[in-house]
């Protein structure tokens, strides 16, 4: 082979380099999130929590096509409580705190969904109550 | 050499005339099934397939099917009292988190307020009565049962609900290409210019915000009707009737009692867009 003194150094270099994110935090993925339980208190909410933790988004965009195609805002009631469909109507409700309950796990992950575009939390609908 | 090209030429002739007479020999033989299914009518019907009934005939008859809401308003009464009309658009804008723009180029409507000679402007404006000429008109979005909007989005973000007529949008869908905006001949579409929410003055934690580049419009509060309750602007006027909101097509709904009583007009209905908004003027 020609040239093998800077083609090897130079190979395992460029594959160090490529793997840096993996070794530098010495082949950890950091803390897990813990996002905060409802303050609340609430136990109980409209699926359980394994479902809610890996389909909460489907469940959200069904929620939205049932609410807006179809016009069907039936309130859901499940053991006695009732929840309307609706990010900031049931979900918002128990997890009040967005910025310590949704944002943990998504900026671990990193994933930035657009809900809070157009979405108030519970913070931001505060910050215009009061002046008011 | 020579007899080839000639059968070439000869295929290719053949081929070209068939092309062409295929698709003629198609339409010859299919009119004639389609005209006696349509129970005689020529074959005007054959675009329209979803809704023969509707747009068959020349002159235009409203569907009379299923539950289309709509509103009267009565002019007299909001030229007594003006300021119905301003609880009525305070009423839209809390419920609806509606963005106050400071410049008028930016004006977010949903329910607002205007002239008679630009709320109605194919009727004659000129020797109007004193009333209709000193009073602010409302316009709002008439919920067309032909809407024109919905034809015009590309992404569906507007549309049409059958179970009550409303032509709702989804806020999720909208792209802001503003093709609604160019569609609809009542100017009742709005575009977020800008990020709305600095403009917003007190939010309802019931309902969202648009962000920037979102089209939006008057919804006739769909998210009220399903909790049972009126419309805001209709809620904001109550026990005055100056605004009534009801199912045209039921016989036996105050708008309906309403509309039989008194003479109604909707704006350009020669548009054909078939508007679910009546006003008494």
């Not at chain 1, 900031?88 to 809070?116: G, I, L, N």
């Not at chain 2, 009934?53 to 020349?58: P, T």
């Not at chain 2, 809390?94 to 709320?119: G, L, R, S, T, Y």
């Not at chain 2, 404006?125 to 032909?146: G, I, P």
Request: glycine content about 8%.
């Amino acid at each position: 082979m020609y040239n093998k003194g800077t083609i090897i150094p130079g190979l395992i270099f460029f594959v160090l380099f490529v793997t840096f994110p993996v070794w530098f935090q010495g082949l950890k993925a950091g803390d897990m999130p813990k996002p905060e339980l409802p303050p609340g208190g609430e136990k109980q909410c409209v699926m359980p929590a394994d479902y809610m933790r890996a389909n909460h988004m489907q469940l959200l965009n069904e929620w939205r096509d049932n609410v807006l195609r179809d016009g069907n805002r039936e309130i859901l009631e499940i053991n006695g409580k009732k929840y309307p469909k609706g990010l900031q109507m049931a979900c918002m409700e128990c997890h009040s705190r967005k910025e310590k309950f949704c944002d943990s796990c998504h900026t671990y992950a990193a994933v930035d969904p657009y809900c809070w575009d157009c979405h108030l939390t519970p913070n931001e609908v505060a910050s215009k109550e009061a002046t008011h | 050499m020579d007899k080839q090209r000639r059968k070439f030429l000869k295929i290719a002739g053949a081929s070209v005339v068939a092309g062409i007479g295929a698709p003629v020999l198609v339409k010859l033989s299919s009119s004639p099934a389609l005209a006696s299914s349509d129970g005689g009518h020529a074959p005007v019907a054959a675009g329209h397939a979803p809704m023969p009934d509707a747009h068959g005939g020349g002159h235009v008859e409203e569907a009379p099917e299923g539950v289309r809401l709509g509103m009267v308003i009565d002019m007299r009464k909001i030229a007594d009292t003006p300021a119905l009309l301003d609880k009525a658009i305070s009423a839209c804008v809390n419920a609806h988190n509606v963005p106050q723009f400071p410049d008028k180029k930016n004006e977010i409507k949903w329910i607002w307020k205007a002239p008679f000679e630009n709320v109605f402007t194919d009727k004659s404006a000129s020797h109007t009565s004193k009333r209709v000429a000193d009073t602010q008109f409302v316009a709002l979005c008439n919920h067309c049962d032909d809407p024109p909007c919905v034809r015009a989005c590309p992404t569906q973000a507007t549309f049409k609900l059958a179970k009550n007529g409303i032509v709702a949008m989804d806020f999720h869908r909208c792209i802001g290409c503003r093709f609604c905006m160019a569609a609809c001949p009542y100017g009742a579409r709005s575009f977020n210019w800008q990020d709305p929410r600095p403009y917003i003055k007190k939010y309802n934690k019931e309902f969202p915000s648009r962000m920037r580049g979102v089209v939006e419009k008057c919804n006739f509060c769909g998210e009220r009707l399903a909790l049972g309750q009126e419309p805001a602007c209709v809620e904001a006027c109550k026990g005055t009737g100056a605004i009534l909101f009801g199912d045209l097509n039921d016989a036996g709904s105050e708008v309906r009692a309403v509309l039989d009583k008194e003479f109604t007009i909707q704006r350009k209905p020669t548009l054909g867009t078939k508007p679910s908004v009546f006003y008494i003027v």
